[in-house]
């Protein structure tokens, strides 16, 4: 382990929304290659560290720092995070109705693009590309060409959330419950959507509920997240031993 | 949650509202200018200066002494300053030395100008395939195109050409559509227009290519009067775009137009406008009053006429192209974006008459409000008793970016025939700051962001509009947001 590189950095973190500290005193390290799952009962501050590493408005970061790629993450805007190769999969993926997929999408890699000094994808490449990751994702071709997210069903949703993240190439996706609301094909299709993105150059923070998901991607580390903060590590059988025992035989200790 | 802390504000952004209005220059060209001042005696200035024929004189006293009993109409939800119309001059002409007879001849500086507003007369309009009639201040100054447009039997030239070249036409059209007894300004600019273009398109022909015209007003304390016609004979087809900026001043300028769009058995009449007129500062100082009368004919069978506009500039904006419905089957939409921002006041919207049996009808409207503006659509349809089978839709839709700006609506319907079936939808929404953060948490900074969210809300009218001036119109709804958010 310790010859791989560090990824992603947090220390001593403390994050707050609105007046309530939710994050406290977190510590976690991630190199390149790995896949981390983070698991742990509602409420337990899991999306709120995916919204303090995207730089959601909402959350405050109190104490403590996060490194990413070796720069200072806290002190970036969302976009730039964004464009560094941070790709939130959100919980809850937004509705904009009009939008067109594939505009969106064209807009968000020119963005990047733009911020490694590369030209404007040539719509060619950016077509057949789009249409190879849809179909690997199961989304119709017709979907590309609706709003974003507009009048999508819960897995639909998801399916297009994991297909922006194969458009943009992360460094680090956080996939927020990419799991909730999927049935088992549409989880299948997930899995195989992420595990095709891990590489030795890439990492992953999946959180999620439920063991299910973790049968089809492989964590390299599974933590347990309880009061904000990290109360167990392990490896994925950690991940069984949860589905078994629930979680109260950690959060009573 | 803190409503305070619940907006992505941006200083950067905010900066930005300052070169919010890039067509603000003037030229400094020198110009005919008539003195301020309005009676029998100006009007009948402009009507010799322009050489015209008795009968549109007779017209013009008759339209004057008709606006001279008539009370400025108060019932739009506009705050205006008082207009003091001896104030205005009526007619301001670039000075030539002789009149042009090709491009070349056109002073190389008036064409810098068209230039600077991103319409190279020579070449774009070549590339694009457009034939552009430029009106700069009260007189056009070239058209371009007009040999082949000939070929096909087009006429298109300036309002104050066709009048020497085919008096007839005008004669037959002119005021048929919008009389000047039909609301102040039209009587207005029935006594004081000084040019604006003319089309017919005659039988069958499907016009060769889109026409366009830009409109600028440049001097100052004038008031812009033109007038449109365009007369589409029996199944002709055709597209006309029309583009107006000015120069940022602090006084307010008058914009008084009427555009009169005829349409005949199995005609199409498509009319689009990308309207900028200077809107003012931030604290709502200068911009241009815009009360456009426009309306539509469809007096023949199957007919057809499509309103596009996208309205970003203005100070005040008040217009309602509307479409008459006469013929059997005869079809009127009406797309309509309308954005404004800062102190800019909106009040448009479209009226569709249906006279005819199966009369169509269609009405998209996108409202955008930011800052402390005031959005209004107003909108009438009627369904007359003969109207059997008519059918109209509206869609009207607002869109607010902050809390302190403000959106309308004031539909009217009024159907007189049971065969009949309307439908009207509207909604409310608002920017959220989740799609914000969705788009930038995809890499898109928050100016592209809004940008996007506002051309998908605008999609279905964006979509109505010529491909070419599509992507102008997109660019031109993200310039005027500017500092719009935060």
Request: charged share 25%; glycine share 8%; net charge negative.
């Amino acid at each position: 382990m310790s010859t791989k590189k560090t990824l992603l950095s947090i220390e001593n973190l403390d994050a707050s929304i609105g007046d309530k500290n939710i994050i406290k005193n977190l510590n976690l390290t991630i190199h390149y290659g790995e896949t981390h799952a983070i698991m742990g009962p509602n409420g337990s501050g899991k999306s709120t560290l995916a919204k303090a590493l995207a730089g959601h408005p909402d959350c405050e970061i109190t104490k403590g720092s996060i490194k990413y790629k070796d720069i200072d993450l806290l002190t970036l805007p969302v976009e730039e995070r964004s464009n560094e190769g941070l790709f939130l999969g959100f919980q809850y993926p937004i509705e904009i109705p009009g939008l067109s997929n594939s505009v969106f999408l064209k807009a968000a890699i020119n963005a990047k693009n733009k911020h490694q000094e590369l030209k404007d994808v040539s719509a060619t490449d950016f077509i057949k590309e789009l249409k190879e990751n849809a179909d690997m994702m199961g989304i119709n071709q017709s979907f590309l060409s609706r709003g974003v997210n507009e009048g999508y069903s819960g897995g639909e949703k998801k399916r297009n959330e994991i297909l922006q993240m194969l458009m943009l190439k992360p460094t680090l996706s956080v996939l927020d419950e990419t799991d909730s609301g999927l049935d088992i094909d549409s989880m299948k299709i997930v899995s195989k959507g992420i595990n095709s993105m891990l590489g030795a150059n890439t990492s992953s923070i999946v959180i999620t509920h439920y063991e299910r998901l973790l049968k089809y991607i492989k964590p390299d580390v599974v933590h347990v997240f309880h009061n904000g903060t990290i109360i167990k590590s392990g490896d994925h059988m950690l991940a069984r031993e949860l589905e078994e025992k629930g979680y109260e035989w950690l959060t009573n200790e | 949650m803190d409503p305070e802390n619940n907006q992505v504000s941006n200083p950067e952004i905010d900066n930005l509202i300052e070169k919010n209005y890039e067509y603000g220059f003037t030229t400094d060209i020198e110009s005919e200018t008539i003195a301020p001042g309005l009676n029998e005696d100006v009007i009948r200035l402009i009507s010799k200066k322009k050489d015209e024929p008795q009968f549109l004189l007779d017209w013009r006293l008759k339209a004057f002494r008709h606006w001279s009993k008539l009370k400025e109409p108060e019932w739009g939800h506009l705050n205006i300053d008082k207009i003091n119309y001896q104030n205005i001059s009526y007619f301001s002409a670039p000075k030539l030395e002789n009149a042009p007879k090709s491009l070349d001849d056109v002073d190389p500086k008036l064409l810098e100008t068209y230039e600077k507003l991103g319409i190279p007369l020579h070449e774009r309009a070549k590339l694009a395939g457009v034939a552009v009639d430029a009106v700069f201040d009260s007189v056009s100054v070239a058209t371009t195109f007009k040999k082949k447009l000939l070929e096909a039997g087009v006429i298109f030239s300036s309002f104050s050409e066709a009048v020497k070249d085919h008096p007839e036409l005008i004669k037959k059209y002119l005021g048929k559509v919008v009389p000047y007894r039909d609301n102040y300004f039209a009587a207005l600019n029935a006594a004081v227009f000084t040019d604006g273009s003319f089309v017919y398109i005659p039988k069958g022909v499907r016009c060769p290519m889109e026409l366009s015209t830009y409109f600028r007003i440049n001097e100052a304390n004038t008031g812009q009067f033109e007038r449109t016609l365009i007369v589409a004979d029996e199944g002709s087809h055709v597209s006309y775009l029309e583009g107006c900026t000015a120069p940022m001043r602090d006084e307010n300028q008058l914009h008084a137009a009427v555009v009169e769009l005829v349409a005949l058995d199995d005609a199409e009449i498509k009319y689009s406008t990308v309207q900028n007129w200077y809107p003012g500062d931030e604290d709502g100082k200068g911009g241009i009053y815009n009360f456009v009368t426009k309306r539509g004919d469809c007096r023949g069978k199957n007919s057809k006429i499509s309103w596009t506009q996208i309205e970003t500039g203005s100070s005040v904006t008040w217009k309602y192209p509307s479409c008459l419905l006469r013929g059997d089957n005869s079809i009127g939409e009406f797309y309509s974006i309308a954005l404004s921002n800062h102190h800019q006041q909106a009040d448009t919207g479209t009226k569709m008459i249906h006279l005819g049996k199966n009369t169509k009808s269609k009405i998209i409207s996108k409202g955008i409000s930011a800052k402390k503006a005031q959005n209004t659509y107003r909108g009438l349809v009627t369904i007359a008793k003969n109207a059997d089978h008519s059918r109209n839709y509206t869609q009207c839709d607002s869109l607010l970016i902050g809390d302190k700006c403000g959106a309308h609506t004031f539909p009217s319907i009024g159907v007189n025939n049971s065969s009949s079936i309307l439908e009207h939808e509207a909604t409310t929404s608002k920017i959220s700051d989740d799609q914000l953060f969705y788009c930038m948490q995809r890499g898109i900074n928050e100016e592209d962001a809004i940008g996007l969210i506002i051309s998908g809300f605008c999609k279905e009218v964006l979509n109505e509009l010529p491909m070419e001036f599509a992507v102008e119109a997109r660019a031109l709804l993200q310039v005027n947001l500017e500092g719009a958010v935060g």
